[in-house]
């Protein structure tokens, strides 16, 4: 079995899990969002990066994983061949732009507030007439504009865009509703507005990505979900989806 080392990233650098480079490695991009993917101290943890380690492990691929800001993974696999970006909302305007391994879960994405802030919205209509803030290259960006939002935030990165909402610089933030339970639990003052949207989570990955390698992938992440390992995956990261 491989064994990956594992790099430390300063603001400068990247988390990057390695295994050894050969000419079919493929190089996996994704951001800090714990419970999906996230750095735990050296190593590289969620319920979405121990899918991908385990579908890479179960064809026995070479591969790196490295943590960076979202657009930079996001544009990283649009432009590198052999790359791909997790976990992705896969929607209409992405379709086309990669080749898709799904679904590593499927979300749903809600408005939040900071508790005890003036916001009274309880659905989409009511929202519309506050400041919203989202992050860069983030799908719901989309999703707000499509649903004739007037006044987006757009943040540099999601933790950027969490902090404005704390301290009451945004009104209203989209989220992944399973990353709500996680600050809820955590003791964090949110508050849930209305649900924003619901989509499939996958590995997107660059569109000359070889179709054989992909396909390989995605039998493996069938398996993983047909075996129970997926869902067993959700509950050690505290994530109880239903059947």
């Given amino acids: 079995m491989r064994k990956p080392l594992l790099v430390i990233a300063t603001s400068l650098f990247s988390l990057t899990l390695f295994s050894p480079a050969r000419a079919d490695t493929v190089h996996f991009t994704t951001e800090e969002y714990p419970p999906f993917n996230y750095r735990d101290g050296k190593t590289v943890v969620g319920a979405t990066t121990e899918q991908v380690q385990k579908v890479m492990a179960d064809i026995g691929v070479d591969y790196t994983i490295t943590v960076m800001p979202w657009a930079r993974a996001y544009n990283q696999a649009l432009a590198d061949p052999m790359t791909c970006v997790f976990a992705t909302a896969h929607n209409e305007e992405r379709n086309a732009l990669f080749k898709w391994v799904q679904p590593l879960l499927i979300d749903r994405s809600i408005l939040i507030k900071h508790g005890g802030s003036a916001v009274t919205a309880s659905t989409i209509d009511e929202a519309r007439k506050y400041l919203v803030g989202t992050w860069r290259e983030d799908y719901t960006e989309t999703i707000l504009r499509r649903n004739n939002f007037p006044r987006i935030d757009i943040g540099s990165d999601f933790k950027a865009s969490l902090k ?80």
């Fill in 164 to 243: 404005k909402l704390m301290s009451d610089r945004i009104d209203l933030m989209p989220i992944s509703e399973f990353y709500f339970d996680k600050l809820k639990a955590d003791g964090n003052a949110v508050e849930k507005v209305t649900v924003l949207s619901q989509q499939p989570m996958g590995i997107a990955c660059q569109k000359d990505f070889p179709t054989d390698l992909l396909n390989k992938m995605q039998t493996a992440l069938n398996a993983l979900i047909a075996n129970g390992t997926q869902k067993q995956i959700f509950l050690k990261y505290g994530l109880h989806l239903g059947d």
